[in-house]
């Protein structure tokens, strides 16, 4: 089991899909206008096409194809998003190069799941054409307690034989400083940030609920053929979270740091 393989579940990822898509929009903002009248853009990690959508609400005229190597999240983007100029593939980000001139490849929450992945950074600009747009949006946000708790559970006494290796670290991603020296260094005129957004999330154990959508899938597939200790897992943990991530008068507080780059190549 690797921590880049495990089994998504779009219903439960679109539970929170309010709060998941206002970093989408916050990095789409700074994004220009790819160049050409029928641009081809990318969106890798599409997950179940809901952001994918935006991109063509955004450039109607533009053909538009989210690649995503999770069969369950392509399933729901091709029920719910296909339409005239938006498709969707079976493509995986580690390997995956465009085949022609991109005028934006876009990737929204999505790379922390590819290890290496600002190596792949080099072929991905050499793909847009002259004036297009490489742009990521990434969680910044290992080392926080919903992650930090989870990595320590799984790696104590009870659990570490059956997970060892299975979850992510923070070197999951780099600092957008980092990032912008990668860009900048391959020709593009890059802007990075980061924010930390504060989720106010609503309803009983919260932060366990969103990262049941995400950080927690590897530990949701690796137990998989054995419920009872999946749930004596998520027991421990949600009492973990409910410590780390206390319900105040109006919601909960869920601190999420995000780290984003847009990468402009020369025209
Ligand atoms: C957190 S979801 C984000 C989905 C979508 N971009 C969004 O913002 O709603 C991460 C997505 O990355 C996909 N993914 C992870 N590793 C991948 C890889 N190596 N190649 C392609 N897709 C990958 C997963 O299948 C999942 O759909």
Redesign the pocket.
Same mark, same amino acid.
């Given at each position: 089991m690797s921590a880049?393989?495990?089994v998504?579940d779009?219903v439960q990822?679109?539970r929170h &899909?309010g709060h =998941?898509?206002r970093p989408?929009t916050d990095l789409l903002a700074r994004v220009p206008e790819p160049p050409g009248r029928r641009p081809r853009i990318a969106?890798?990690?599409?997950?179940?096409?809901?952001?994918?959508a935006l991109l063509a609400e955004r450039w109607p005229a533009a053909h538009i194809t989210?690649?995503?190597?999770?069969p369950?999240?392509l399933d729901r983007a091709r029920a719910e998003h296909e339409g005239v100029g938006l498709g969707f593939a079976e &493509?995986?980000? =580690?390997t995956?190069t465009p085949d022609e001139p991109h005028g934006l490849i876009v990737?929204?929450?999505?790379l922390?799941?590819?290890p290496g992945h600002a190596d792949r950074f080099a072929g991905w600009i050499a793909g847009l054409a002259p004036g297009g747009t490489f742009a990521f949006?990434v969680p910044g946000n290992f080392d926080a307690p919903s992650h930090v708790l989870m990595r320590e559970l799984a790696g104590s006494a009870r659990w570490r034989d059956r997970l060892s290796g299975v979850l992510r670290h923070q070197e999951a991603v780099l600092p957008p400083e980092t990032y912008l020296e990668h860009l900048t260094a391959l020709g593009c005129t890059t802007d990075a940030w980061e924010t930390t957004y504060v989720h106010l999330l609503q309803g009983e154990d919260p932060v366990l609920d969103w990262v049941k959508?995400?950080g927690l899938r590897p530990v949701l597939t690796a137990l998989a053929d054995d419920p009872e200790a999946r749930d004596a897992f998520v027991t421990e943990y949600r009492a973990a979270l409910r410590s780390a991530y206390p319900a105040g008068p109006h919601g909960t507080p869920f601190p999420f740091r995000r780290v984003f780059a847009v990468a402009v190549k020369e025209a």
């Open positions: 880049a393989t495990p998504w779009p990822y679109l &899909a =998941r898509t989408f969106d890798l990690g599409c997950g179940a096409g809901n952001v994918t989210g690649y995503d190597n999770s369950e999240m &493509a995986d980000a =580690r995956w990737s929204n929450a999505t922390q799941w590819v949006q959508g995400t």
